[in-house]
């Protein structure tokens, strides 16, 4: 498995699905929705080949949905590395 690490626009990004899924809907499925997340972002460690691979603002990305949302990652040194998780309906372009 190649090493996971979350940029820190990454980890706000995922603080605050959790925290929408939490007033949203209840504390149970924000929990259950970051899990999924995690697992996306694991299987996509484990075998890249399943992202497309995207160019935004000059910068290749793997793009992988999970659920409703993106994770927009980068492979550096065999490290996966989590740039963005953008909802769906978002303007990639200007949160990239």
Not at 6 to 13: C, G, H, Q
Not at 85 to 92: G, I, N, V
Request: hydrophobic content about 40%; charged content about 25%.
């Amino acid at each position: 498995m190649t090493k996971i690490s979350f940029k820190p626009l990454a980890r706000i990004d995922l603080e605050e699905i959790w925290s929408y899924t939490f007033k949203k809907w209840s504390l149970e499925q924000a929990d259950y929705y970051v899990v999924e997340i995690h697992k996306g972002i694991e299987n996509l460690s484990i075998n890249p080949s399943i992202a497309k691979t995207v160019q935004y603002n000059n910068n290749e990305y793997l793009k992988h949905k999970i659920n409703l949302h993106y994770a927009f990652c980068r492979i550096e040194n065999n490290e996966l590395i989590v740039v963005r998780l953008l909802h769906e309906r978002m303007d990639f372009l200007r949160h990239l």
